[in-house]
């Protein structure tokens, strides 16, 4: 029997619970398509990251916050494989666990919902010192610095709670969200306005559910392997490697954009101060179109920034690699780490 435990929020937060509950089911369902004869068990559980909803993300710390219970679980073997959203894994995972399959890509844009009195607006058209719900320093920073004449303030609390706030109160006029989210719970008709890359970079891994599993079970990993998406994999593998290059997180705005065309991955990053004012941003590109070697041997299951991903060309995936850890680079050789090393003290002071 296998089960697959999802980032289920329990008690007092049942639309985070759902949200959880639909991308783990959306996995299941797959697995079942392909493995029919198999039993698949799904059980809810909370992290102590889910549970601080009074903090800023950006305050609340390391991303294992949100995994540690899961991979408890996992190093136990109570479950066999964990579903996560992969902006939320960290992009060094502790050396027992492997992230087994990266899924086909759901929109990786922010959406801004509008509250009922400014529907049909833009944030653009939106009056002077309108309050704008984030608890992303990430969007904050490139949105103050795009949009001036808005301010922007820390909204907690899962999607339902966030909406309600909005709908509710006069406290924000907007607020952003991931496109993505918004689309699996089914609330798609709430997105007033898509942020396009040239207005907001998304989060390294925005949009893309991950399957963590132990790294030494090799039946496990053979199964969940066939849901990789391989052109969703090669993007996030170069977002994640630019994210470890450049020792970022949660506590520093860091943004990117990917774009896989005609054989070729395109990579925008950029890193911003915590008020936009000062900022970074480059893009550069690698071929990645290389054959599918079947060779078993000592480096079949070789990790990239986490991910084991065997049916998608190893070649490539070096590349891929090698292409966010050369634009995190150039940043760097160009004052990147000043830039965040002023942003992470900044947020530890507020």
């Excluded at 719900?133 to 001036?148: D, H, I, W």
């Excluded at 989060?203 to 090799?218: P, S, W, Y």
């Excluded at 190893?314 to 090393?341: D, P």
Aim: proline residues 4%; contains cysteine; charged residues 25%.
């Amino acid at each position: 029997m296998l089960a697959a435990r999802s980032k289920a929020r329990e008690g007092t937060q049942p639309q985070i619970e759902k949200l959880a509950r639909i991308q783990t089911d959306s996995v299941v369902t797959m697995l079942r398509e392909l493995y029919p004869d198999l039993h698949f068990e799904i059980v809810a559980m909370s992290t102590t990251g889910d549970k601080i909803l009074d903090t800023a993300l950006s305050k609340i710390g390391e991303k294992s916050l949100f995994t540690k219970e899961l991979e408890n679980a996992l190093e136990r073997n109570e479950v066999d494989l964990v579903v996560h959203s992969l902006k939320d894994l960290p992009t060094s995972l502790p050396p027992d666990f492997t992230i087994g399959a990266v899924c086909k890509r759901e929109n990786p844009l922010d959406a801004v919902v509008f509250h009922p009195k400014n529907c049909g607006k833009t944030l653009s058209l939106l009056p002077e010192k309108s309050v704008i719900g984030t608890s992303s320093l990430r969007r904050a920073a490139q949105l103050k610095k795009k949009f001036p004449h808005l301010e922007f303030r820390d909204i907690r609390g899962n999607l339902n709670t966030r909406l309600k706030k909005l709908d509710e109160k006069e406290d924000f006029s907007a607020i952003i969200l991931a496109a993505a989210g918004l689309k699996r719970m089914g609330w798609e008709n709430r997105i007033g306005q898509l942020l396009s890359p040239e207005d907001c970079l998304y989060a390294v891994g925005q949009g893309a559910l991950a399957v963590e599993v132990r790294a030494k079970d090799q039946e496990i990993l053979n199964m969940v392997s066939a849901l990789h998406d391989a052109d969703t994999v090669l993007c996030c593998i170069a977002e994640r490697a630019f994210m470890k290059r450049l020792e970022g997180g949660c506590s520093v705005p860091v943004a990117v954009n990917t774009l896989l065309k005609d054989g070729q991955l395109y990579l925008t990053g950029a890193v911003y101060s915590l008020d936009g004012s000062d900022s970074l941003k480059e893009t550069m590109q690698t071929g990645v179109s290389y054959p599918h070697q079947n060779e078993d041997g000592p480096n079949d299951d070789v990790q990239h920034v986490g991910i084991t991903a065997k049916n998608v060309p190893g070649q490539a995936q070096e590349a891929a690699e090698n292409l966010g850890v050369e634009l995190a680079s150039l940043l760097l050789s160009k004052g990147a780490k000043h830039i965040l090393s002023v942003a992470r003290q900044l947020n530890d002071a507020r």
